[in-house]
T-cell receptor, first 113, second 117 residues
């Protein structure tokens, strides 16, 4: 079975600074997708960024970028120029052949003004 | 992106009663819907996957008779918590996608908070 591990329960970042959230996963599948979701206090899940495993190029979405290391099974999220609105719970997730999303435990991100 | 709604957003019920939660895809046809459960400050745990017109597939450890899932149309899936007890109190989230491939994005509903007294 696939597993997703987020080893940072909580992170803090100063407004306008950069922060990196870590994620590792375990799978024997060769083709899969990786995601970062944001869950603000409203609890609405928001897709932040998505990475296809077959693509070597790291995905970027404005201030959000990933460092995808397939051999190491690592998928970290970098948030640049952090804003107060970035404060939320962030979940790393895996989706393989089974079409199911497997979530990590989550990382609470606090942004200090 | 596509919109998924849930109703109600918050429900309180007495122990022993049943509660129905609706999940609707508002602007697309959802061939597959997923139901998750989330405890406070914890991750989302998949409960079941439902395909339109078929019986739901439940994850290991999820009681089929307690959590009844119906996906009767391409825009509506329902989760009924039968004979609810305080330990069923949780946040329930649905998601929906068009098609059955992992390539298709899942769109999440806003969630339903269930409190059983």
């Amino acid at each position: 079975a696939q597993t997703v591990t987020q080893s940072q329960p909580e992170m803090s970042v100063q407004e306008a600074e950069t922060v990196t959230l870590s994620c590792t996963y375990d799978t024997s599948e060769s083709d899969y997708y990786l995601f970062w979701y944001k869950q603000p206090p409203s609890r609405q899940m928001i897709l932040v960024i998505r990475q296809e495993a077959y693509k070597q190029q790291n995905a970027t979405e404005n201030r959000f970028s990933v460092n995808f290391q397939k051999a190491a099974k690592s998928f970290s999220l970098k948030i640049s120029d952090s804003q107060l609105g970035d404060a939320a719970m962030y979940f790393c997730a895996y989706r393989g052949y089974g079409n199911k999303l497997v979530f990590g435990a989550g990382t609470i991100l606090r942004v200090k003004s | 992106g596509a919109v998924v709604s849930q109703h109600p957003s918050w429900v309180i019920c007495k122990s022993g009663t049943s509660v129905k939660i609706e999940c609707r895809s508002l602007d697309f046809q959802a061939t597959t819907m997923f139901w998750y459960r989330q405890f406070p400050k914890q991750s989302l745990m998949l409960m079941a996957t439902s395909n339109e017109g078929s019986k739901a597939t439940y994850e290991q450890g999820v009681e089929k008779d307690k959590f009844l899932i119906n996906h009767a149309s391409l825009t509506l899936s329902t989760l009924t918590v039968t004979s609810a007890h305080p330990e069923d109190s949780s946040f329930y989230i649905c998601s929906a996608q068009w098609g059955g491939s992992s390539y298709n994005e899942q769109f999440f509903g806003p969630g339903t908070r269930l409190t059983v007294l």
